[in-house]
């Protein structure tokens, strides 16, 4: 069983940044598919970006060069560093965590980001 806590979200100003924090609890961190995603209201959830080891990454088209995923293992923890944040990018964003890319795996609770004037 693994728990994921998101941090990190708030209400920022268009181009401003913030840094989303994903914890794991359980074992088996480092050997899972991290992934942040995010619904925004009236909309499905869609996946924002994914992190296999350290290196192995995957955007949506519409955050890539703003946006970047990382992990820490001996931390647990994956990372998403958002940057020129727009007022699009308002959502939900949840951690999830896959043994593998066709399972359901386990989701975070969700955190609010808020991009407005």
């Known amino acids: 069983q693994v728990q994921l806590v998101e941090s990190g979200g708030g209400l920022v100003q268009p181009g401003g940044s913030l840094r989303l924090s994903c914890t794991a609890s359980g074992r088996g961190f480092s050997s899972y598919l991290m992934g942040w995603y995010r619904q925004a209201p009236g909309k499905q959830r869609e996946m924002v970006a994914t992190?296999?080891?350290?290196?192995?990454?995957n955007y949506a088209d519409s955050v890539k060069g703003r946006f970047t995923i990382s992990r820490d293992n001996a931390k647990n923890t994956v990372y998403l560093q958002m940057n020129s944040l727009k007022p699009e990018d308002t959502a939900v964003y949840y951690c999830?965590?896959?043994?593998?890319?066709?399972?359901?795996?386990?989701w975070g609770q969700g955190t609010q980001v808020t991009v407005s004037s």
């Open positions: 992190i296999i080891s350290t290196v192995i990454t």
């Open positions: 999830s965590a896959k043994s593998s890319p066709s399972v359901y795996g386990y």
